[in-house]
Every structure is written in C-alpha cells, then in structure tokens.
C-alpha cells in the first residue's frame, strides 16, 4: 500500500492524496519459482483504509502477488497474471 497523488481524473479527485495498492509494474520482478514478470504499463488501485476497492472495475490484468495479498481486489480482477 502506497499514498499516491491523482493526476488525470475528476476535478474533486485531482490533487489529493490517497490509500492505493500497485497492480502492474513496469520494471521486471523476480517470482519465487524463478520466473521474470513485467508488465506493459504502471497501474494502481485506489484503497481505503481497511483495503476495499473505491472503484467499482480493474482494468487490465493484475499481478498474482497482489491478489494474493489483497483478497477484495483479486475478487473484483478480471485477470490474474
């Protein structure tokens, strides 16, 4: 979990700090079995304070190791990389 700063968005959103988990990365990582996973874009998810999703849809697939951490967001996931 991360506070992150809003920059395109809805006027009252911009510029305001909030709770956020990464679900994409961009630079390579390496998974416990030895494999490399990278991904295309840099992507978030605004969080409260407990971990339940803001949004309503996630976009995109989202990074085994976050799913498995945050269970709400792997339930609102449509994909799991």
Not at 8 to 28: C, E, L, S, V, Y
Not at 39 to 47: K, P, Q, S, T
Not at 62 to 74: F, H, K, L, N, Q
């Amino acid at each position: 979990m991360a506070k992150v700063s809003v920059k395109k968005g809805t006027p009252d959103t911009r510029r305001q700090m909030f709770n956020a988990i990464i679900i994409r990365q961009r630079r390579p990582f390496r998974r416990v079995d030895g494999t490399w996973v990278q991904f295309e874009d840099n992507a978030c998810v605004i969080v409260n304070e407990k971990g339940d999703v803001q949004g309503s849809d996630i976009k995109g697939p989202v990074s085994r190791e976050a799913a498995e951490r945050w269970p709400r967001i792997a339930a609102n996931a449509k994909q799991i990389v």
